[in-house]
């Protein structure tokens, strides 16, 4: 049995569950509304507050599913009470980013600025010029926007120049050995 599929999930309050047609789950809290459709397999029921996740049969596949299923339930049940945010660090001499409007505008050293706009149910904010939070109650969706920000210039691993998720670590390289017998 999975340890993650069969721990319930209990719903606080302020927060309605409902499991609708084809296994799509609703859920309603404080900071908004997600839904999602769960793999028709997995046997979704809500008792009392509680949420539990049961699975077919041992196949792989269900046991696959079964804390997947569960994961993304609770994902949704945090983020419509909490939501959840990723924090960005800039590295690199006259990079920036400035919140404007909604938009993100991003110097990063290219000849024009990176605007960087806001999916729906996603939401930027720019503390200081070398710091960005993206904040959601879509777990994917924060994820994925923090994401695409970074692409737009990673770390590098000479000087650490770049876009990084804050507390990650950049493994640094060596630069070249100078040349010795050169005049």
């Known amino acids: 049995m999975s340890r993650i599929g069969r721990a319930p999930i209990t719903i606080p309050a302020g927060v309605t569950v409902t499991v609708g047609e084809d296994n799509v789950v609703k859920v309603k809290g404080p900071k908004g509304e997600l839904s999602r459709q769960i793999h028709p397999d997995m046997k979704v029921t809500v008792a ?73 149910g996603i939401s930027f904010e720019a503390p200081t010029a070398t710091t960005i939070t993206v904040s959601g109650i879509d777990k994917e969706k924060v994820g994925q926007v923090a994401a695409e920000i970074r692409s737009f210039r990673e770390p590098e691993p000479y000087k650490g120049k770049g876009i990084k998720y804050a507390g990650e670590h950049i493994r640094r390289k060596e630069g070249k050995a100078g040349a010795k017998g050169k005049k």
């Open 48 to 120: 009392d507050n509680v949420v539990t996740v049961e699975r077919p049969s041992d196949d792989k596949t269900h046991r696959s599913l079964h804390g997947l299923s569960r994961t993304l339930i609770h994902n949704m049940v945090v983020g419509v009470t909490e939501g959840f945010k990723k924090d960005l660090e800039i590295n690199g001499v006259g990079y920036r980013a400035v919140k404007k409007g909604n938009n993100l505008n991003l110097s990063l050293g290219f000849s024009h600025p990176v605007v960087v706009e806001p999916p729906q």
